[in-house]
């Protein structure tokens, strides 16, 4: 899941954006409180997550899975806004962001049924969806990509 978010995040060529609409660096400078507080507050909902997994925490499972679910879909939702306005071509396109984060946040509900570590890794597998369907061949080329095609 993570390799996963961590590649959905260095997909977007952020350099050559900031440097054309310096106006928005705000924007995108202060919205990684956002992307780096939702990761933070994943690696601890795994932490719960392994730790009901092995010891059978108070926790409920559908709160356990809620703490996966929640910061994964933050990190999708402020990753996608934070970049959107600076880039020409988003590489991040809403009809995978927004299904994608929608999978992700009605997963848990599952959680009393199948089990917290099958609902974690359903989480990591939509991850790896969204990543793979952003990366997969057709009209989202980066704008280096359509520059590179165009000479």
């Known amino acids: 899941m993570l390799f996963a978010l961590w590649w959905l995040y260095f997909l977007v060529p952020a350099g050559e954006g900031l440097n054309d609409r310096r106006h928005r660096s705000y924007r995108w400078g202060y919205g990684h409180y956002g992307i780096f507080a939702s990761l933070a507050a994943l690696g601890a909902g795994l932490e719960v997550a392994v730790a009901q997994t092995g010891h059978d925490l108070e926790a409920s499972p ?13 990190f999708v939702m402020l990753l996608w806004k934070v970049h959107t306005p600076i880039l020409a071509a988003p590489v991040l396109r809403p009809a995978v962001v927004v299904p994608g984060v929608a999978a992700v946040l009605l997963m848990p509900s599952a959680a009393a049924r199948v089990g917290v570590a099958t609902v974690i890794a359903a989480i990591a597998a939509l991850a790896v969806v969204m990543t793979v369907l952003t990366i997969a061949p057709g009209d989202n080329r980066s704008p280096r990509q359509e520059t590179r095609a165009a000479t």
Request: proline content about 8%.
């Open 62 to 74: 559908l709160a356990v899975c809620y703490a996966v679910a929640v910061p994964t879909a933050l």
